[in-house]
């Protein structure tokens, strides 16, 4: 099941109180105090996992605490660091406060991690109090609670091309014939109704990551359809394929709806490269449009290539156009961002006390 959001409580471990003591030792007059420091509180980290792809373990579990500082002891023995919890959450995934509506962190790449909940500080022992003057200090410090927030969790897919269009023009047929993945294809609207991740292998070239999203219709950047909710997988590509069904009475119409909705979602999308492939080439009615259709879409700027995603006519010739724009586009949008100061990347799996961290 794919999950492409989630509410989730992260608290981190509170700090360890100190200790007043006093040494009781044989041959050891006026020993003084001895109160040791509380352990620090664990922090809470989220780590970006190559090995997930959705945010379905959170739809069962929403509660994570990392592990409090251990109180100080007698003979100056400080309280044992509490244990980090780090979180594995896919690769582009946007964290959000869900209080503030701040973002935190844009985790794009695997393995890049971000502490959301810092722990809480030790406190200090009478050893810590004692001065030339003040030699039996009565007094410590109560260690401080950790930080504690709601967070909301957005997974945004990772992908080199969008195929976008309306409902029923051939998306998912294409991604079945280019690559391994086997979206549903049916002849109804709206089968496909999650994201379909697709790689297609490229002579010479690395694989092209294929997205396929649910189709469009007009209104979908207000809730119409299925297309609202997934419309925020598209930020992320470098390119988009607008997937046209040229068979139908309006493909320019069909091509300005979806673009419409598009820039009314996100501006900067209508400024991606984009492929219009003419589908159902391979129809009498489509043929016969094929050269009208062209002539509309070369006035808007817009390159198009006839294909038939049922018989495999044209798709070699749109493989060769999308690869030639990406490697035209700029970088995979949606690069790590400076992190909120509230949570800052860290590097490595241990604290600076050398602690461990435990993942979930």
């Known amino acids: 099941m794919f999950i492409d959001r989630a509410r989730i409580y992260v608290k981190a471990g509170d700090g360890g109180n100190g200790c007043v003591a006093f040494r009781r030792e044989k041959f050891v007059p006026k020993g003084g105090p001895s109160g040791g420091d509380g352990g620090r509180g664990g922090n809470v980290t989220l780590r970006a996992d190559v090995e997930l792809n959705t945010l379905l373990p959170f739809r069962y579990r929403r509660l994570f605490k990392a592990g409090r500082g251990a109180h100080g002891e007698g003979s100056a023995r400080s309280g044992r660091s509490g244990r980090d919890l780090a979180i594995a959450v896919p690769p582009g995934t946007v964290v959000l406060d869900e209080a503030t509506g701040d973002r935190l962190a844009d985790l794009v790449a695997a393995g890049q991690e971000v502490v959301v909940a810092r722990g809480g500080r030790g406190g200090r022992g009478n050893a810590r109090f004692a001065t030339s003057t003040r030699r039996a200090p009565r007094i410590a410090e109560p260690g401080t609670p950790g930080e ?213």
């Open 148 to 360: 504690e927030r709601w967070l909301r969790l957005e997974l945004r897919l990772l992908a080199d091309v969008g195929l976008v269009g309306l409902p029923n023009a051939g998306k998912s047929s294409l991604l079945a014939r280019i690559s391994a993945a086997r979206p549903k294809v049916a002849d109804y609207p709206f089968t496909t109704t999650e994201p379909v991740l697709g790689t297609v292998p490229m002579p010479g070239a690395p694989g092209i990551v294929v997205a396929d999203i649910p189709g469009l219709i007009e209104g979908a950047h207000r809730g119409a359809g299925l297309g609202h909710e997934f419309l925020r997988h598209i930020e992320r590509t470098r390119a988009l394929v607008h997937v046209v069904d040229l068979s139908a009475a309006d493909p320019e119409a069909a091509v300005a709806t979806v673009e419409r909705e598009l820039e009314l979602h996100a501006p900067e999308l209508v400024t991606r490269p984009v492929v219009v492939a003419a589908n159902k080439i391979d129809l009498p009615d489509a043929r016969a449009r094929q050269e009208r259709f062209a002539a509309a879409m070369a006035a808007r700027g817009r390159a198009v290539v006839p294909i038939s995603a049922a018989t495999g006519e044209g798709v070699d010739a749109l493989l060769r156009a999308m690869l030639a724009q990406l490697q035209a586009a700029p970088a995979r949008p949606g690069r790590p961002e400076e992190a909120h100061p509230a949570a800052q990347d860290t590097a490595g799996h241990a604290g600076a006390d050398g602690r461990g961290a435990a993942y979930v």
